[in-house]
């Protein structure tokens, strides 16, 4: 049981845009730096692959930062595609 201080509210999805990669990064970083800068903590479910890097960007000026993630055989490779970073290789970097 939690301590009856501590409050768990779902805030909702970050505004992603099917097409853009790059867009959605942008995003999804702003919308965990606004949950950090109101002093709260946050947990992330779901996201592809690639979700790790703007949360990480996100959390950059806060230590430790911990990571746990499922289904990850595939987040080691160098590069997958030609691309580097991408969608398959976030835990590497």
């Known amino acids: 049981m939690l301590p009856s201080e501590v409050r768990i509210v779902n805030i909702g ?3 992603i845009v099917h097409t853009d990669v ?4 942008d995003n999804t970083e ?3 730096r606004n949950i950090l800068d109101a002093g709260a903590n946050q ?3 779901g996201g592809d692959h690639s979700i790790h890097d ?3 960007a996100a959390c950059s000026d806060d230590e430790p930062l911990h990571i ?3 289904d990850a055989p595939l987040d080691f490779v160098d590069e997958r595609h030609g691309e580097r970073p991408g969608h398959g290789n976030s835990l590497r970097w």
């Open 43 to 45: 947990v992330i479910l």
């Open 54 to 56: 703007p949360e990480m």
């Open 13 to 15: 999805d970050a505004d």
């Open 30 to 32: 702003r919308t965990v």
């Open 68 to 70: 746990v993630h499922f």
């Open 22 to 25: 790059e867009q959605n990064h």
